[in-house]
């Protein structure tokens, strides 16, 4: 009777999909970590002495951890569950670090416990296995590390088809990829074999994902600013993880997604080291033609004890299609609920918080055979009739229980709306949002609600008649109403916003930002805004107000501008952000030195855009950000300009188009984009 074995004695008894991945990763010539499986035999024991180890089995399992700890080079190993039920396909359970052989024991211990506790040991064929190895997470990084440090890293590459593969990365642990936008690389392996990048989407990393020496959950970290756009993996990690994602999927005879870290490996170098294979289903196709579905919301997900009813609920019959699964759940990392969600039987119609599919888990249901649909930062109750406009494999989700939700949508969605219902700036953040750049987090109030607003206020009439002047002093005069829906939708927007910092709020017409004809400072900006219903709403009106102001009137007839279109306005509410620093930076110095211009000063942006006070002023090498020339008073520091240079360049290459950009960096030196336009 064997209590501990190697994987050598596993591979292909094809009893447990996470051990199985194990072998395939070596099977596939990966770089793995060393592996020591601790057999059901082993709990038997345990169960049968009392739910003890006896005296030499402890002494036996102390020897074989102190083998582990001696040589991993991070000084911990990882205890991590590979529980076997028949009828339960992904068994749940948590992960354990151990830095000595006495807390290696106990971790086991405690899966033991934990198994029990869901009364799995009672399901026949049951096998509790639980394996162990040296922990491969990266270590936390440095404050201020050095510009040859390497920086932590890790991620997952999926087979999508033969020979095409997706690479997904990211600073920090490969669980990184879970909670924050990442890289996104696309791979093609050649008849030759050679491997090609046929597509990268670099994001803005600002935050990762690190797990303390401690052990336990995944610890936030911020990412030096000046490496927040650099791609997360080399061109041959990608081809690494490409390699071993196709070769994986042969072994396996189907598609594959495989998990990797930089981390410390069997030989004690930094390295790609695998730690994961998993089935990979393709995801649900996009629909690209114009369909709408509609239904009420039958059940809500908001903690571990949800999913479970959710499951006992389905097995019992009843008729749940529409599940809302809250922000909570996903905020707080409740992977255990969410791989409930993953274990019914029912392929459901999921509603799921965010607004781009890079989350790790929402892409696993996706291949469960659940359709999912991306609600942004809305909130719905059971009952709530849903309706999903699906266009050009875009969907647009309208809560019909609630109509005020179609006039104030979250910013990072707002592009799927159109300008003609968010106006140009309040456009290019939301498209900024989208490419997992930095902005302050808020909503937009859509075009609709200013028509909304203006026809329960009896000056429709009047909007259509300007610029005539008796109707123009209407709309500047005018008490504007507001009705108690939208009131409360506000109060909604301040809770899901979370914080009793001050707001600001911004314009955005359909004819602003308009390189031809810029209508800077011609609109009202409401700043430093008390987050209360009435100030909040106060605040839009001034903001709708300026529309119909003199200087927009004037300004519009000089240019040939439609009027119409020009007082047409969404307003953009956000969270107001005290930069340490702030500034503009054109992509192409408007002297014509072919470097970038940077300006910039200490505390808010409105310094530099007015003029009012002395920027430092820096022209810098686009690709590298290396000073060719500084004047006035020192203001950045040589990362931070490096970061600015490389954001330039970067919105100017989605763009395709110089940009003059309006940036800053927060308290926490993180680098925020507060606005973006084609240079003129």
């Known amino acids: 009777m064997k209590y501990c074995i190697t994987l050598n004695d596993w591979i292909d008894k094809d009893l447990n999909p996470r051990v199985d991945g194990f072998a395939k990763l070596k099977k596939a010539g990966a770089q793995i970590p060393v592996i020591r499986l601790f057999t059901n035999d082993l709990f038997e024991l345990w169960l049968g002495n009392s739910k003890k180890f006896p005296k030499k089995i402890k002494l036996y399992l102390f020897l074989e951890f102190s083998k582990l700890l001696r040589n991993s080079f991070s000084r911990a190993v990882m205890i991590r569950q590979a529980y076997y039920i028949p009828d339960i396909p992904k068994p749940y359970g948590g992960r354990f670090s151990a830095q000595t052989p006495k807390e290696a024991v106990r971790s086991i211990e405690n899966h033991y416990k934990f198994f029990i506790g869901q009364k799995w040991h009672t399901h026949a064929g049951h096998e509790c296995i639980i394996f162990s190895y040296p922990r491969t997470d990266p270590p936390a990084f440095p404050e ?3 510009p040859s440090d390497p920086m932590p890293r890790g991620g997952m590459a999926s087979l999508l088809e033969t020979n095409l593969v997706e690479v997904q990365g990211t600073f920090g642990d490969h669980e990184t990829v879970t909670a924050f936008p990442c890289d996104v690389f696309t791979v093609i392996k050649h008849a030759d074999g050679m491997f090609e990048i046929s597509n990268s989407k670099v994001v803005q990393k600002r935050h990762v994902l690190v797990r303390p020496d401690t052990g336990g959950k995944p610890i936030e970290q911020s990412v030096p600013e000046d490496r927040q756009l650099r791609p997360s993996l080399t061109p041959s990690e990608i081809e690494e993880a490409t390699r071993v994602s196709i070769r994986v999927s042969e072994i396996a005879k189907t598609p594959q997604r495989v998990e990797f870290t930089y981390g410390f490996g069997p ?3 930094l390295e790609l080291v695998f730690n994961e294979a998993a089935k990979y289903a393709k995801p649900q196709e996009k629909d690209v033609s114009y369909k709408t579905l509609t239904g009420k919301v039958d059940f809500i997900v908001n903690t571990l004890g949800d999913s479970k009813t959710l499951i006992k609920k389905l097995k019992m019959g009843e008729d749940i299609n529409i599940v809302y699964v809250t922000q909570h759940l996903v905020a707080a990392m409740d992977e255990s609920a969410l791989l409930e969600l993953e274990n019914t039987s029912k392929k459901l119609l999921i509603l799921y918080p965010g607004s781009s599919s890079t989350t790790h888990r929402d892409q696993i249901l996706r291949q469960m055979g659940h359709k999912i649909y991306l609600y942004g930062v809305r909130n719905f109750k059971i009952g709530d009739l849903v309706k999903i406009e699906i266009n050009n494999g875009s969907a647009e989700i309208t809560n019909l229980s609630s109509n005020y939700q179609n006039y104030i949508i979250p ?3 707002g592009f799927l709306a159109g300008l003609e219902n968010i106006g140009g700036k309040a456009l290019r953040l939301s498209e900024i949002a989208s490419q997992g750049i ?10 609709k609600y200013q028509e909304s607003m203006l026809k329960n206020s009896d000056l429709l009439d009047a909007w259509s008649k300007i610029p005539n002047k008796n109707a123009l002093r209407s709309l500047q005069t005018s008490p504007y109403k507001v009705d108690d829906g939208f009131k409360d939708q506000v109060k909604n927007l301040l809770t899901v916003l979370g914080s009793s910092k001050p707001l600001f709020l911004r314009s955005s017409s359909l004819s ?3 390189p031809e ?4 400072g011609k609109y009202k900006t409401a700043e430093s805004v008390d987050p209360t219903v009435e100030v909040v709403i106060q605040a839009y009106q001034d903001v709708v107000r300026s529309a119909f102001s003199d200087s927009v009137i004037v300004f519009s007839q000089k240019f040939g501008i439609d009027i119409s279109r020009s007082t047409q306005i969404a307003v953009i509410i956000q969270q107001d952000v005290e930069p340490k620093q702030s500034g503009v930076a054109f992509r192409e110095d408007p002297n014509g030195s072919g470097n970038i211009l940077i300006e910039a000063v200490k505390g808010k942006t409105s310094g530099v855009v007015t003029g009012k006070r002395v920027p430092q002023k820096i022209l810098c090498v686009p690709h590298t950000g290396e000073v060719t ?3 006035g008073p020192v203001v950045l520091t040589t990362s931070q300009i490096k970061a600015i ?8 290459g989605i763009y395709h188009h110089p940009q003059d950009v309006e940036w800053g960096f927060d308290k926490k030196s993180q680098l925020i984009v507060f606005q973006s336009r084609d240079q003129r």
């Open 512 to 514: 602003e930002d308009d």
């Open 144 to 146: 201020l590390p050095k």
């Open 438 to 447: 930095s902005t302050p987090g808020g909503f937009i109030v859509t075009t």
């Open 517 to 520: 004809a810029n209508f800077a």
């Open 411 to 413: 910013l990072e969605e």
């Open 629 to 631: 020339k500084s004047t």
């Open 645 to 652: 240079a490389k954001m330039a360049t970067t919105l100017s």
């Open 267 to 269: 030989t004690g170098k």
